[in-house]
């Protein structure tokens, strides 16, 4: 099985970048809830990888935990 490579909050940004999305509304907790719906619409598409979509949805739950 093929990893994913997504190992940090970097990796979910630059993944974004693949697909066109750049996010920034100038509210760090903003841009981290637009990241996660982005992401799910990416993975409902068929975009991304199974494995892809759950290891950034953990390190966007992660980082969102931060900002808390």
Same mark, same amino acid.
């Given at each position: 099985?093929?990893?994913?490579?997504?190992?940090? &909050?970097? !990796?979910?940004?630059?993944?974004? +970048?693949? &697909? $066109?999305?750049?996010?920034?509304?100038?509210?760090?907790?903003?841009?981290?809830?637009? =990241?996660?719906?982005?992401? +799910?619409?990416?993975?409902? !598409? $068929?975009?991304?990888? +199974?494995?892809?979509?759950?290891?950034?949805?953990?390190?966007?739950?992660?980082?969102?935990? +931060?900002? =808390?």
């Amino acid at each position: 099985m093929q990893q994913s490579g997504l190992t940090e &909050f970097w !990796d979910v940004i630059r993944l974004m +970048k693949r &697909f $066109g999305a750049y996010i920034y509304t100038g509210d760090r907790r903003a841009d981290i809830l637009l =990241m996660q719906s982005e992401l +799910k619409d990416l993975y409902d !598409d $068929g975009l991304i990888l +199974k494995e892809d979509y759950i290891s950034a949805s953990l390190l966007i739950r992660n980082e969102l935990s +931060k900002c =808390m």
